[in-house]
């Protein structure tokens, strides 16, 4: 089940929240929120249910053991079992035929490729879970003395599939002590009806003409068609993973869990490092204080812990070279832009360091979508007026100009319009500020009825995670 369809808007959402609202026991909500939560990930996977409890049982006894074992030398042994385990599972269903098909390649062997079904979100909630056991070792949050509160925290449908990755550390008391109040809800309830639209309206829409140019024949494809579907892809992984992550933050307001940023108008960005301190915040967080900074940060080995971090980091989005190439091709920027390219953009307009940003992230998300090289060779041959292909078509002008209003609104989304409103309301007379929470009501029903209207009789509404 995924959350822009209208199974889980008008039922399954509808159904937890009124159940939600009407128990008043804290304990008891914390079992609905679980049970919820299990049904929502055994919907479209029920024979994975197994593997995620016994992951988080596995992270619930290893925390345990460590807080057992603290000041002892005992202590380190639980941290290194559950690392091992907990890597084992992801690379046994995310890696293993990668890595067979690797040392078949280069061996000449021919083992045989292990193709297992990758669990919904595996390495969402694996991530979670090293992190929490990691905390406790550090001394940084209590071990849970409740399976059934640690299962929640793993579970927890909001965030479970597609992010953002939350810290034990963000919501342990609001596991015991969240409590409901009438503006979280209702920030809630707008902050989930953005996220729904930016990934039915925005996201879907740019989807559909990513399949149209960059999912076909590459031979015939345009100059002006190959930058306009990179375009779009660029325009759809943004508002399909940030509208998700609203989503998710969203849906915990409602419910009074308060979980971080995950984005934050990353096409804003000037430089590389300043992209990835807005995009996917909470991956980027958790790479910088679990791995870089532990393997020495910037103060020694700096540029071999740039590469570690930015191969793993693309090795994290999927098992194939595609995705290590676009990370190391992001560790590349940043490491340039740490030498020299940041002391040439500063003596330069600002604009041309954005525009840089701009370009810099549409190659990388070519890397990003073919997973087989000779496809991302051929693309970006089209991109560079290399390839000896057309520079435009007829067909293609008319696409252009039937989306043109469109594009203008998916464009002016990916600024700070939100905010910037927001702060301009809190500054405007009492008289506007008293019509404010209607018109959001108006303003939030618009965006579900809009969301709603295209999802009716739609059959292409991707999921871009489905790999994580």
Request: with cysteine; hydrophobic share 50%.
């Amino acid at each position: 089940m995924v959350f822009a369809s209208l199974n889980f808007l008008f039922f399954f959402l509808a159904i937890n929240l009124i159940l939600y609202y009407l128990i008043k026991n804290k304990t008891f909500r914390n079992v609905l929120l679980t049970v919820m939560s299990l049904v929502f990930y055994a919907w479209g996977e029920p024979i994975w249910i197994g593997l995620l409890v016994f992951s988080s049982f596995v992270d619930y006894l290893h925390g345990l053991l460590i807080e057992r074992f603290r000041g002892t030398k005992w202590a380190k042994a639980p941290l290194i079992s559950c690392i091992v385990i907990n890597l084992s599972i992801l690379g046994t269903f995310k890696y293993a035929g990668f890595i067979t098909d690797n040392i078949n390649f280069l061996t000449g062997l021919k083992l045989s490729v292990p193709t297992y079904a990758l669990p919904i979100g595996i390495s969402f909630y694996t991530f979670q879970t090293i992190s929490y056991v990691i905390d406790v070792y550090k001394q940084e949050v209590k071990a849970q003395r409740s399976f059934l509160k640690f299962l929640l925290f793993v579970s927890l449908f909001h965030q479970l599939v597609a992010g953002p990755i939350v810290r034990y550390s963000h919501i342990a008391n609001e596991i015991d002590n969240r409590k409901l109040r009438i503006n979280d809800i209702s920030a809630g309830i707008s902050r989930f009806c953005i996220g729904l639209f930016k990934k039915i309206c925005i996201a879907n829409v740019a989807g559909e003409l990513v399949v149209t140019y960059m999912g076909g024949d590459l031979s015939t494809l345009a100059f002006s068609e190959a930058w306009f579907g990179i375009l779009m892809f660029t325009i759809q992984i943004y508002f399909d993973f940030s509208g998700y992550s609203d989503m998710a933050i969203g849906m915990g307001r409602m419910v009074g869990f308060h979980y971080h940023e995950n984005f934050n108008y990353p096409y804003t960005s000037k430089s590389a490092s300043d992209f990835w301190r807005r995009w996917h915040i909470s991956l980027g967080t958790f790479f910088r204080d679990y791995i870089y900074i532990p393997l020495g940060g910037n103060r020694k080995r700096f540029y071999l812990n740039v590469f570690v971090v930015w191969m793993l980091t693309g090795l994290w989005h999927g098992s194939s070279w595609n995705f290590i190439l676009w990370g190391l091709f992001w560790g590349t920027l940043i490491l340039l832009e740490r030498l020299f390219l940041q002391k040439i953009f500063n003596k330069l307009p600002s604009f041309v360091s954005h525009v840089y940003l701009l370009l810099a992230a549409m190659i990388g998300w070519v890397l990003f979508y073919f997973v087989d090289m000779s496809s991302v060779v051929k693309y970006l041959s089209i991109l560079f007026g290399q390839s000896g292909n057309k520079w435009n078509s007829l067909e293609f002008n008319t696409v252009f100009m039937s989306n043109i209003y469109w594009l203008i609104l998916a464009i002016i989304l990916c600024l700070p319009v939100y905010p910037y409103t927001h702060a301009l309301l809190r500054k405007s007379s009492i008289r506007v500020q008293a019509i404010v929470p209607y018109a959001t009501i108006i303003f939030d029903f618009c965006l579900i009825f809009l969301s709603t209207a295209m999802l009716v009789g739609k059959t292409f509404n991707p999921f871009l995670y489905f790999r994580f």
